[in-house]
């Protein structure tokens, strides 16, 4: 009699852990189907400063619930209230109504968009600049990150970091290349993209390099390329100092990350942002870029961005919030002739665009 109970307990066992097991599976594929969503609170002053009371008490109810942390991806809570994290469908349709919450939406991504340019421009000469204001400008760049030991980002001649700078200079994790910053670059930080994590603020795709020393790279004589288009290459205003925020992994560019980059640029006290990059959000409620600037313009800082390079149609352009500086596109003053050899010898001038 008493081994058929221990049989029996045997057999109630095994059924009690295969249902268990179908459970953790069941979860387990659960879990795999959830998204990234974006938790947009506004600020930490709206409503009467409720708004940080509000975030705190969803951002842990939420861990209390999932009992681990890694399913919240990013939070932010300097300027502006939210967070991102792994959600079911339902779960973000529930927290949209949750008193405090301004806009729910999923974690897209947005996309990244010579040396006569200032001449053409008619700004003012690296010479005729005054150097001690322009050199207590900060200019923030979100993008692909940086080259560091680039001539643009030379400290030569350049005075002690402004004081009033709370950033930081992160060294990384990739052992090849190290990351050091100077008294030009003087902040570098990277994100943790959930679809594509990154270890470096070194940019290893060339157009956050680009567009840093577009917008503020030191003079470098006897630019070229290939020969052509010899010059002075330097940025708009070349005696500001950069701090860089990657939030690109080569071409695709995270909400999530570009809002926390949003949140600590504005906390680490940038004076302008520059943004080579957008997406196609009609709605400036679930634009990381609108809510980004938004808040930072509360708080004095410029944001520029670019007005993108594709349509669908022509005159398509993204990053129209009202209270962003967008700049687009256009031609230049020159052009480039070089010569082309035919195969009867004959040569011909072209125009290289």
């Known amino acids: 009699m008493r081994g058929f ?12 852990s295969i249902f268990l097991g179908e459970a953790n599976i069941n979860e387990a594929k659960s879990e795999s189907t959830n998204k990234v969503y974006i938790v947009y609170m506004g600020g930490p002053s709206s409503r009467n400063g409720a708004g940080r009371n509000d975030h705190a008490q969803l951002l842990s109810e939420l861990m209390e619930r999932f009992k681990k942390t890694e399913s919240v991806v990013q939070t932010y809570k300097n300027s502006l209230l939210g967070f991102a994290a792994r959600l079911s469908e339902e779960e973000a349709k529930s927290i949209a109504q949750r008193p405090g919450v301004v806009s729910v939406f999923l974690d ?14 008619k700004t003012s000469s690296h010479s005729q600049l005054s150097w001690p204001t322009p050199a207590d400008t900060i200019i923030g760049i979100l993008d692909t990150g940086i080259w560091p030991e680039h001539l643009s980002f030379s400290d030569e001649n350049m005075g002690r970091i402004p004081p009033r700078w709370k950033g930081k200079c992160l060294s990384g994790k990739n052992s090849t290349y190290s990351f050091k910053c100077n008294r030009k670059l003087i902040g570098a930080r990277y994100y943790d993209d959930p679809h594509a994590p990154m270890v ?10 680009h567009v840093a020393s577009t917008a503020a790279g030191m003079p470098i004589r006897g630019a070229s390329y290939n020969g052509l288009a010899k010059g002075t290459a330097r940025g708009g205003s070349p005696s500001s100092r950069i701090a860089v925020y990657r939030v690109c992994a080569d071409e695709s560019c995270a909400d999530s990350s570009i809002l926390k980059a949003f949140d600590d640029a504005i906390a680490d006290g940038v004076d302008v942002l520059s943004i080579s990059l957008g997406g196609k959000s009609e709605d400036f409620l679930t634009d990381s870029v609108a809510i980004g600037a938004f808040h930072a313009v509360e708080k004095g800082i410029t944001v520029v961005c670019s007005a993108s390079n594709e349509g669908p149609s022509p005159g398509t352009v993204e990053n129209a919030a ?3 500086v967008t700049v687009a596109a256009t031609t230049i ?12 010898s004959v040569v011909i001038k072209v125009r290289n665009f």
């Not at 003053?333 to 009867?344: A, K």
């Open 5 to 16: 109970y221990l049989l029996l307990d045997f057999n109630l066992l095994f059924i009690v």
């Open 108 to 121: 897209g991504f947005s996309q990244l968009h010579t040396t006569r340019s200032w001449d053409f421009l």
């Open 200 to 209: 470096t603020a070194r940019d290893f795709h060339g157009h956050g390099t």
């Open 322 to 324: 009202p209270w962003l």
């Open 333 to 344: 003053d020159r052009d480039f002739e070089v010569d082309i050899v035919l195969g009867n």
